[in-house]
């Protein structure tokens, strides 16, 4: 099954769960820092956040008045997104081909959802970011760290198959740089709580 379809599809079944699971980020005291930077950083103009899922790193965003609306691979997903936050855009899209004109963002963020594109998909979408950013443009990335390829069959009750690939901050800005962006912050982190793996943040620009 193409990994597009069977990253919906799980999402899709597991979505109510998965939102009911995740209602903000008040346990997250890194991210929240980073997001702040990240505000900072940014020029004004419109951020896409790339893999929304039910909205609550949008929501965030807009509390950091940023003008952020969300695009997300799950139809379900999204249907959450805008019951939970009206009035703010939630579309149905993918990071492999963003439905957005050439230099038409200020910024991306793309929150836990890079760790679903397999390797040869990679430049590709960091590609496809560096298109839609404008010169001046700022990138926020988190993902899972590591060096493995987890698959999950079972979550939230739901039969899904997902995969999760594990990489290392050097190599994300290592794909980074090779499109054309230029990254500027590193952050790693341990797990914490009940987290099983590493963390990687990465906030990069475009020259």
Request: hydrophobic share 40%.
């Amino acid at each position: 099954m193409d990994f597009l379809q069977s990253t919906r599809e799980s999402y899709d079944a597991m979505a109510p769960a998965y939102a009911e699971a995740h209602t903000g980020l008040s346990e997250q005291p890194l991210d929240r820092a980073l997001m702040a930077a990240f505000a900072e950083l940014v020029p004004a103009g419109p951020i896409a956040e790339l893999g929304s899922g039910p909205g609550q790193t949008t929501a965030h965003l807009r509390e950091l008045e940023l003008d952020v609306f969300g695009i997300d691979l799950s139809p379900q997903m999204v249907e959450i997104a805008r019951a939970r936050n009206p009035g703010v855009r939630f579309e149905v899209g993918s990071m492999t081909a963003i439905d957005e004109p050439d230099e038409s963002l200020a910024g991306i963020v793309s929150w836990f959802a890079l760790m679903h594109i397999p390797p040869s998909e990679l430049p590709g979408v960091f590609a496809e970011m560096r298109r839609v950013l404008k010169p001046g443009g700022q990138i926020a990335i988190a993902t899972l760290a590591g060096d493995e390829l987890v698959r999950r069959t079972e979550a939230f009750g739901q039969e899904i198959e997902l995969e999760y690939y594990m990489r290392g901050v050097e190599t994300v800005a290592t794909a980074m740089s090779e499109a054309g962006l230029v990254p500027h912050t590193r952050v790693s982190r341990d797990p914490a709580g009940e987290e099983r793996y590493p963390r990687t943040y990465i906030l990069a620009g475009r020259p």
